[in-house]
């Protein structure tokens, strides 16, 4: 079994006290459930850091907001942990995430399921700025059908999920 640092992620030994790499403590007595779910937002494994995501929005927990914005704005950033972010802030609710997510949504680049989770999670806000956010996506050309189907439903009052 591998442990990762939980400063640098570096690989250890399950075994080891220190992280080899950087000589950071690997003891994290100290950290409550949700400062280990903070941390592990940044895993290098995307499996580990969307888990961590969905949790945090399942709790809807508000300390989480950062580290997922943190986490939304990496470019390029595997689609699922992308995706796990931006449905975790929705579901908190912060008003702080709308701008990170509307950059998500309009950006282009971006795999189609994470623009998706942007565009469900703006549509949770029921905000004017979330609103604008939606309405300029609509205005890009050309949309993918299903994201065009799904602004234009949160828009009208309902979210279509895929």
């Avoid at 950087?22 to 007595?29: K, R, T």
């Avoid at 290098?44 to 399942?58: F, V, Y």
């Avoid at 994470?114 to 956010?133: C, G, K, M, P, V």
Wanted: hydrophobic fraction near 50%; glycine fraction near 8%; include cysteine.
């Amino acid at each position: 079994m591998i442990r990762y640092c939980p400063s640098c992620w570096a690989e250890n030994a399950y075994e080891a006290v220190t992280c080899a790499a950087c000589g950071a403590s690997l003891d994290e007595g100290d950290k409550d459930f949700v400062g280990r779910l903070l941390d592990a937002t940044g895993h290098p494994e995307p499996t580990s850091a969307a888990l961590a995501a969905n949790i945090l929005g399942l709790r809807a927990e508000s300390r989480g907001v950062d580290a997922l914005l943190a986490r939304l704005a990496r470019k390029p950033d595997s689609m699922d942990v992308t995706a796990a972010a931006a449905e975790a802030l929705g579901l908190i609710g912060d008003r702080r995430a709308i701008p990170g997510l509307a950059a998500v949504l309009l950006d282009s680049e971006r795999p189609l399921p994470a623009r998706l989770a942007a565009a469900e999670a703006l549509s949770l806000f029921r905000d004017a700025d979330a609103t604008a956010a939606m309405r300029q996506a609509l205005a890009q050309t050309p949309l993918p059908g299903l994201l065009l189907r799904t602004l234009e439903s949160a828009l009208a009052g309902g979210v279509t999920i895929p």
